[in-house]
């Protein structure tokens, strides 16, 4: 099944404990996407990347890395947690390098809570 | 000011009623206009999308925009309790690589 997965789905942690949120994708798609979505706000556009080792900043970058080692995989690093960084997280991706115009599927999700 | 606006609802409408659903943006280098459906505990899917200005029909649903007025709308046309979720316009420009998405507007659609 074709398909975007994302793990873990739900965590919980202390301010400033590193951690690693993984996203893998199936589809051999070529664009891979990080997004946060927060109530009022909307989804926002974390990093982004076109290919391997191919990545750029979004509209809210700060606090966050990512990395693309390898096409089917973009895991976002959350190097030093802080409070306002709980949020419910999305990755995406889609079969072109640019996303223009492409369907992003999405991962189902991965809700964070930083105590 | 955001770069993209959406009503943000909530929108409850009884079943068979046309919705309309809406995003007013301020950059016109906005070239592809995208509406997402998102229900309750799962991730966006892609309903539609267009290129530039002009609508754009598939079943139920009409895309529209107007980039002149930096305006675009989704029509529901009978609308179905299966279609209670949360809609989310996006757009990007001709680079397609930086996505911007409105808050959302959560649709109820009553049987």
């Known amino acids: 099944e074709a398909q975007v997965t994302q793990n873990p789905r739900y965590l919980i942690t202390v301010t400033g404990k590193k951690l690693t949120v993984t996203c893998s994708q199936n589809?051999?798609?070529?664009?891979m996407s990080w997004y946060r979505q927060d109530p009022g706000l909307g989804l926002r556009q974390i990093y982004y990347?076109?290919?391997?080792?191919?990545?750029d900043k979004g509209d809210v970058p700060e606090g966050y890395k990512v990395s693309r080692k390898e096409k089917r995989n973009f895991p976002l690093i959350l190097e030093s947690p802080s409070p306002n960084q709980t949020s419910l997280y999305f990755c995406a991706s889609s079969l072109a390098a640019t996303g223009a115009g492409e369907t992003q599927y999405f991962g189902p999700g991965t809700r964070l809570l930083v105590l | 000011q955001k770069e993209v606006e959406q009503d943000p609802g909530p929108l409850s409408v009884p079943e068979g009623a046309i919705v309309s659903l809406n995003c007013t943006y301020s950059?016109?280098?906005?070239?592809?206009f995208m509406w997402y459906r998102q229900y309750s505990r799962k991730g966006p899917e892609l309903l539609m999308y267009t290129y530039s200005s002009g609508n754009k029909e598939d079943g139920r649903f009409t895309a529209q925009v107007d980039k002149s007025s930096k305006y675009i709308s989704l029509f529901i046309r009978d609308s179905q309790p299966s279609d209670s979720a949360t809609y989310l316009c996006?757009?990007?420009?001709?680079?397609?690589?930086?996505?911007?998405f409105g808050p959302g507007t959560r649709l109820s659609v009553l049987p």
């Open positions: 996006a757009m990007n420009d001709n680079y397609g690589q930086n996505f911007v």
């Open positions: 990347s076109m290919n391997v080792e191919v990545t």
């Open positions: 589809m051999n798609h070529e664009y």
């Open positions: 950059n016109s280098a906005f070239q592809y």
